[in-house]
């Protein structure tokens, strides 16, 4: 008997990494947690927490959704096939959670957002989110599934608060610290050309023009070369 339980406790430890590795990572993420971005996706913290709190707050209001932002490939896992088509990932996805989520979910992508929301309709969700675009690099994508989670919110009656992501104020001092590099690597290269310059145009004594000795007052008077 021990020896059962003890082989069925082995293939249930090497079975879990096995499952985990062969699935999507947003299916292990949103069984408990409502946000999914990739680990690897360079996402500013600011505007990670505006998601979260916005999709907190929504669901606290009594609108239920999850969201996975898919900016990579790398973000499907075994599901890679599946890029560039959020509507069947969001089929997909709402099926490997729907043992234990089975209300609305959104899927964004660089080429597109998706609802899936088990068998229900999701055509007001369609119409919520007519003509929104999503951003193309990590920072934009995750920005603009916050507002498409405002919109799917407010189209359910719910309004939510606009957080501050914070990155207005970071992206000018990363603009003003990179201008400011700029302009001390110019002045580095004009100060090192100036002194080239300075060196190269000095002539050495070689180059001089060599004046001609002195002569002498007899040698210069012709009239007493011959006494």
């Given at each position: 008997?021990?020896?059962?339980?003890?082989?069925a406790a082995l293939?249930a430890?090497?079975?879990?990494?096995a499952?985990?590795?062969?699935?999507?990572?947003a299916s292990?993420?949103?069984?408990?947690?409502?946000?999914f971005?990739?680990?690897?996706?360079?996402?500013?913290?600011?505007?990670?927490?505006a998601?979260?709190?916005?999709?907190?707050?929504?669901?606290a209001?009594?609108?239920p959704?999850r969201?996975?932002v898919?900016a990579?490939?790398?973000?499907?896992?075994?599901?890679?096939?599946?890029w560039?088509?959020?509507?069947?990932?969001?089929?997909?996805?709402?099926?490997?959670?729907a043992?234990?989520?089975a209300?609305?979910?959104?899927?964004?992508?660089?080429?597109?957002?998706?609802?899936?929301?088990?068998?229900?309709s999701?055509?007001?969700?369609?119409?919520?989110?007519?003509g929104?675009?999503p951003?193309?690099?990590?920072?934009?994508?995750?920005?603009?599934?916050t507002?498409a989670?405002?919109?799917?919110?407010a189209?359910g009656?719910?309004?939510v608060?606009?957080?501050?992501?914070?990155?207005?104020?970071?992206d000018?001092?990363?603009?003003?610290?990179?201008?400011?590099?700029g302009?001390?690597?110019?002045?580095l290269?004009?100060l090192?050309?100036?002194?080239l310059?300075?060196?190269?145009?000095?002539?050495?004594?070689?180059?001089?023009p060599?004046?001609?000795?002195?002569?002498?007052?007899?040698?210069?008077?012709?009239g007493t070369?011959?006494?």
């Amino acid at each position: 008997m021990r020896r059962a339980l003890l082989a069925a406790a082995l293939a249930a430890l090497v079975a879990v990494p096995a499952a985990s590795a062969n699935g999507d990572p947003a299916s292990d993420v949103l069984l408990t947690q409502k946000v999914f971005v990739g680990p690897e996706v360079p996402v500013s913290k600011g505007k990670l927490d505006a998601l979260q709190k916005t999709v907190d707050a929504a669901n606290a209001k009594g609108y239920p959704i999850r969201v996975a932002v898919i900016a990579f490939t790398g973000d499907l896992g075994t599901a890679v096939s599946l890029w560039r088509r959020p509507q069947d990932y969001s089929k997909f996805l709402g099926s490997e959670i729907a043992f234990v989520y089975a209300k609305r979910l959104l899927v964004a992508m660089p080429a597109g957002f998706a609802v899936h929301d088990g068998r229900r309709s999701t055509a007001a969700e369609q119409r919520a989110l007519k003509g929104a675009e999503p951003g193309h690099t990590p920072d934009a994508l995750v920005a603009s599934t916050t507002e498409a989670v405002r919109k799917l919110a407010a189209s359910g009656g719910v309004q939510v608060p606009v957080y501050s992501s914070g990155g207005g104020a970071h992206d000018w001092r990363d603009r003003i610290i990179i201008a400011v590099v700029g302009l001390l690597v110019v002045a580095l290269i004009v100060l090192a050309g100036s002194r080239l310059r300075a060196r190269g145009g000095g002539r050495s004594p070689s180059a001089e023009p060599r004046s001609s000795p002195p002569r002498s007052p007899e040698s210069s008077d012709p009239g007493t070369g011959g006494r």
